[in-house]
DNA sequence: AAGTGGTCTAGACCACAGG
DNA sequence: CTGTGGTCTAGACCACTTC
């Protein structure tokens, strides 16, 4: 019973199996999948076997466990799934070790427009601690950017913000709050310098700009804190890599 | 034995006093940890759950696994590990469903700059195929990105790249030669709109645009497709979003 | 009450690394 | 050769959903 075929584990033959069946039709999209039970059955194999297989299927998204339910089809094709994995934290902003943050204004604001509204997820009125700082490096003697930071008005009481950083902003409201930062979104888009800004950089009004918007959001979905950078174009670009997810392992 | 504590099953309690451990320095970085014997008599557990919890452990990077050999401590701290995951190939070029790629040259070339040789990880002399293309979506009459595609030699001969197209063309590679992509590497900058491409984007030169060069490389670690595309400031943002690997599930 | 997936036990055999 | 992690079995109890 063990070596019906080469070398590969019974657990990924039989998960091959049943994403060739759910590619198939076999199971409708939707519609439960046998139990465990039965497929131990069908494949004269044990729970654990079994289990194991669907395990893949899972990490795949091709199907929903549901304790006191089962095993629910919810796609048909195996979407590839690239997935980019940072090293630290600091891959976020790739200006890593070397990269220094110096803030250079903090205050308190009230927040109303519109645009930054949406950013913060906020409701008009509230009270934001508001950021302002450069980003430098060793190499450069130029920042690499300027950037606005907004804190939620719960962590406005932050301390530890002056001068010059090497850690992310959020890390030390994880550290001093208990915070639990569970997601980070972004947004890259090629903006003009604005003339308020150019200065700050040693840049020019009018130049092309890399504009980086993040929003960090904690378990309950809420925004903490967002970030806006604004990077002059020669001096900063943004590298990531993918891997695509193979089955086996 | 089963209720210890509260509602955390075993292997993640487990896994949670290995992280302190290893956080705490008991095992020196580049050591190797109790077998999975030891550590189920230590535990008085069973190896299943031992190997639960040091699964967790691989999957948060802190140890390695060699059969024959043990489990050697990796690293210290938990390094935050954040993914995105993408539900599909076409979230990489987030103008998703509805966005049409208009093929407008097609040629083949002999490569020699310096630049692109280094972006295609190229020998001077290869022959590469050239493509240049409009990226439109429906919402959007002017077109949202100019685009340049390299293709490898080994696949110049592939066929369909006429006209409109509305999938990616790594995937036409991969469908046509059952090549398989690995990995994918970008890096997102700032330019100005050059003189040349100005036009065909309906735009004007010397105004802000996002550039995303992008390498498609197989598991033999090739560059088999590699892609610059220009997208005029307002038309085009790049999101995405990651997500932090909890220890729970 | 019956059945599901989640957790857990106590065994087993294997391929492989190391002395 | 011994010991490791990788795979696998045949059981078990639990919380939960569904009827």
Redesign the pocket.
Known sequence: ??KLSNKQ???LQLAQTLINEIEAGTYAIGSLMP????LCEQF??????V??AIKRLVSMDLVD???????RVKAKRIESVYHQKMQSINDLQQYTKDAELEIIKKETIIVEKKSLLSILDAKKGETWLHLEALRYTIESDKPIGFIEIYIHPAFRSISGLKGRLNVPVFSIIEDQFGEYISEIRQELSAIEMSKSVAPLVMSEAGAPALKICRQYIDLRNQVIEAAISIHPSKRFSYIERFKRNLIAR
């Open positions: 019973m063990k584990p019974r657990y139990t465990e039970h039965e004269g194999a044990s729970r654990f076997t289990r194991e466990r549901q304790p006191g339910v089962g095993t």
